[in-house]
């Protein structure tokens, strides 16, 4: 099966999420908003958005297209693709622990967003940067502690049965961690640095999931977009305070 | 099987879209951190939420035990008791829509959540009350009728083959789409108001839910918590303009 994934051209954003689990299973993908072509590029995408040759639209980006289906929300498309990629244990118990995770990680995501965005997605960042520091504050100091240490005594708690967030099986949870911390050293450098000790087994998974070969193979490719101040991570040196 | 669901005493919060399931299907549970006695009250729930006693914690409640299972987050809950509860139809692809929804509904309860709660959520509403007020315009104008009208769309576009939500099969989508309305009358009844001919049929799916005879039996007992400022949906008239 060809998947097509739908997700704003530009940015790694949510879709992001995605992509490391098609790329590290090595699937039959295309993007279809960054290509160019009848049913290709953002009009094929705004089409399914305006609900026509659907019953079943989406909200919001990202969505896929698995043959006649079509999935929105990132982490409904990794519940739907984690047993077909193989990125999930057998197991609802399992199952429903790495879909939990992955809900908490995205809402942390939404909550890094809006840092920068506290006011409206709707308007720039310089049209909310005052309410933007102050939100900072909060989330430097407390969000980002609170999440990322959760997320720490997780791994710590399956620490004797693996290395991996759900023991030791390797799953799209894994992927997301990745992303998580590669965004967070992007856009939060003095944080990261500030709270690093506290984090050792979260470091050790992302390097541990970067060295994989696929996703190796993706993050020094050209399909790996780089980070930026129009995606969901951005580098505002104001927000992390002195 | 009896269910241990855990949530906040005294507010409704996303505790209630996992209650009005379990009172709906009427199921056999308790709610443990409004009961007193051994096991029960807020510092059980606060035991389970300190990691001590599983090795898959959640990070904030509502959470159901179920036998041995512990598991979080609003969405993620539905997910599980859904099928066991007779509120979701079979097929993978239905539910995964259904579970789509729910998830957009989860988004916008947490952007309804941040209108009074912009900059973060260990300040008082009346320590950010000034950006409190700033965000509620954008969303009162853009956000509010952006979500509803889309789930009018899909509630729309079934409407040949059915009067709920995934069209002729009653789910948990209802429930918390019921859940949504009351909560938006409560805390925005102006803007309710002034979008009212827009959303007929979410209006009329309110009423019909208020009529299931479980739903209404249980709307009418103490175990529904009044609406308050304490809880997610906030009626604080200044934050509707004029």
């Given amino acids: 099966m060809r998947y097509e994934l739908y997700y704003w051209p530009g940015i790694q954003g949510r879709g992001e999420f995605v992509r490391l689990a098609l790329e590290e299973a090595g699937a039959d993908y295309v993007d279809v908003a960054r290509l160019a072509g009848p049913g290709r590029g953002i009009a094929a995408m705004e089409r399914l958005l305006e609900n026509t040759g659907t019953s079943r639209p989406p909200f919001a980006p990202p969505f896929l297209k698995a043959g006649r289906v079509v999935i929105a929300q990132t982490a409904n498309i990794l519940l739907y693709l984690g047993p077909r990629l193989g990125l999930v244990p057998r197991g609802e118990a399992s199952r429903l622990w790495a879909y939990q ?3 908490t990680i995205s809402d942390f995501v939404a909550e890094i967003h809006d840092v ?6 709707s308007l720039y960042y310089r049209q909310q940067k005052r309410e933007a520091r102050r939100r900072a504050g909060y989330f430097t100091r407390e969000r980002f502690p609170k999440f990322l240490g959760y997320f720490e005594r997780v791994l710590d708690a399956h620490s004797k049965g693996g290395k991996y967030m759900l023991g030791s099986h390797f799953s799209y949870v894994d992927l997301s961690i990745f992303q998580l911390i590669a965004g967070l050293r992007y856009s939060f450098p003095k944080t990261m640095k500030k709270y690093e000790d506290e984090f050792p087994g979260l470091l050790a998974l992302h390097d541990l ?3 994989r070969p696929n996703v190796a193979a993706y993050l020094a490719s050209e399909r790996r977009l780089p980070f930026s101040e129009h995606d969901v991570f951005r580098h505002y040196p104001e ?3 002195r």
Same sequence: chains 1, 2.
């Avoid at 920068?116 to 997605?121: E, Q, T």
């Fill in 101 to 103: 995770l992955q809900l």
């Fill in 116 to 121: 920068h965005h506290p006011i409206s997605g």
């Fill in 209 to 211: 999931v970067a060295a």
């Fill in 239 to 241: 927000l992390e305070g």
